[in-house]
């Protein structure tokens, strides 16, 4: 089963995207698992420990998770919101949430007013992809995005805090810490004890991410499917303008949105970390989470 990676293995990271730049290059067939381990400067041993330490998967398997045909064969399994609703005893698509998450939509006003009044604790901690920036209400985590070697800490505090220009934010790493490790610790997902977020953006925009809330793990989905659920069906563009605007990365689970033919469009946050969150999450439903 996955876990929250400790403090001193957060760099395994910084392996992992030079392994799926790797991968980018040759494919994922992995026919020579000597020379992949020895462009990493890992023995096959070390390389094989990596990923099995870091998503539960064999480098072979992770490969094939995040590799086009694998994205294909995820839409063609996917079943619609509502056979997905009914399928787990709930009444209607709105009560249809990812495995751990409950949210709640900010009043439009706050929206237009771009947060006045909001009051909001932001800080850093290692997660499985790299340091994880927060911003936080009250109510929960209101926004998520990664930092690396590309991006400082302070740079995607910037990206997440220009959406609320009038919000207060104070930096807190220590009250923002356990909201991360309870985000990406599969163990601690449930009903009982969920990731809280709070949705703010149009009535659009948050009404296309709550669709991104019903993609299941390990499933993925495309943007004319998502403006087809919403009833616009005509807007798969404007859905993924609005895809592409998602505050909360990871918990709002953007990352599970191809292109119509399967390919793993553009991320916000990178490409490499969404292939590398996508086979991430394929470790968690093989170790059955």
């Not at 992995?30 to 400067?41: K, R, S, T, V």
């Not at 294909?72 to 009914?86: A, H, I, N, P």
Request: glycine residues 8%; neutral net charge; aromatic residues 8%.
């Amino acid at each position: 089963m996955n876990q929250m990676l400790p403090v001193d293995a957060a760099s395994d990271y910084d392996t992992i995207r030079a392994a799926i730049r790797y991968l980018s290059e040759t494919g994922p067939d992995l026919a020579d698992m000597a020379g992949f381990a020895a462009a990493l400067g890992l023995s096959e041993r070390q390389l094989v420990a990596l990923f099995r330490r870091w998503c539960g998967l064999s480098p072979k398997s992770f490969a094939q998770a995040v590799a086009l045909d694998h994205a294909k064969s995820l839409l063609m399994q996917r079943e619609s919101v509502l056979d997905t609703t009914y399928a787990v005893g709930l009444s209607s698509t709105s009560r249809l949430h990812d495995l751990f998450v409950t949210h709640e939509a900010m009043p439009p006003g706050i929206f237009r007013a771009g947060g006045a009044g909001l009051d909001m604790v932001w800080g850093a901690a290692p997660s499985p992809f790299g340091m994880a920036v927060v911003t936080a209400t009250d109510y929960g985590l209101s926004g998520l995005g990664f930092a690396d070697a590309d991006m400082t800490v302070e740079e995607a505090f910037e990206d997440l805090a220009h959406r609320w220009p009038n919000a207060r934010f104070t930096r807190n790493d220590a009250k923002v810490a356990p909201m991360i490790a309870h985000a990406f610790d599969p163990a601690r997902w449930s009903a009982e004890h969920p990731v809280r977020v709070v949705l703010i953006g149009t009535d659009f925009e948050v009404q296309v991410w709550e669709t991104l809330l019903t993609i299941p793990v390990g499933r993925a989905t495309t943007y004319q499917s998502v403006a087809d659920r919403i009833g616009r069906p005509r807007a798969a563009r404007a859905v993924g303008a609005a895809v592409g605007k998602n505050p909360i990365s990871f918990v709002v689970p953007c990352h599970r949105v191809v292109g119509s033919s399967g390919a793993l469009t553009g991320y916000h946050w990178g490409l490499p970390r969404k292939r590398a969150i996508l086979g991430w999450e394929a470790g968690v439903v093989v170790s059955g989470k």
